[in-house]
């Protein structure tokens, strides 16, 4: 669940494309602190091939994550796109290639 907050949380600070590096996302997005020492020992651990199936529940990331949950939803329904439908621009490109692969 982290990748995916912290990369939803990229998006919305800097509008483009998240990098793959979980540390990369890590670094920039969390502040110093209890969550992020947590995380990063988490993550250590998880490199270190522990099995953390049956750990309990980290509280300062379980709560973390349910707040940025909370305020990604608001943000998102805030958020006015216009996407314009691409469907002929599509349609158009699938007849080129056809005509290119048949003649």
């Given at each position: 669940?982290?990748?995916?907050?912290?990369?939803?949380?990229?998006?919305?600070?800097?509008?483009s494309i998240p990098p793959i590096e979980?540390?990369?996302?890590?670094?920039?997005?969390?502040?110093?602190?209890?969550?992020?020492?947590?995380?990063?020992?988490?993550?250590?651990?998880?490199?270190?091939?522990?099995?953390?199936?049956?750990?309990?529940?980290?509280?300062?990331?379980?709560?973390?994550?349910?707040?940025?949950?909370?305020?990604?939803?608001?943000?998102?329904?805030?958020l006015k796109l216009?996407?314009?439908?691409?469907?002929?621009?599509?349609?158009?490109?699938?007849?080129?290639?056809?005509?290119?692969?048949?003649?």
């Amino acid at each position: 669940m982290l990748r995916p907050i912290l990369a939803a949380k990229w998006i919305e600070k800097y509008n483009s494309i998240p990098p793959i590096e979980f540390q990369e996302l890590l670094e920039d997005i969390l502040i110093p602190g209890e969550l992020k020492e947590s995380i990063l020992t988490l993550l250590k651990r998880k490199i270190a091939g522990e099995e953390l199936n049956l750990e309990p529940r980290i509280d300062v990331i379980n709560e973390y994550l349910t707040r940025e949950i909370e305020h990604l939803e608001a943000y998102t329904k805030g958020l006015k796109l216009e996407i314009p439908d691409p469907t002929c621009e599509l349609d158009q490109l699938f007849r080129n290639t056809l005509s290119e692969v048949w003649n």
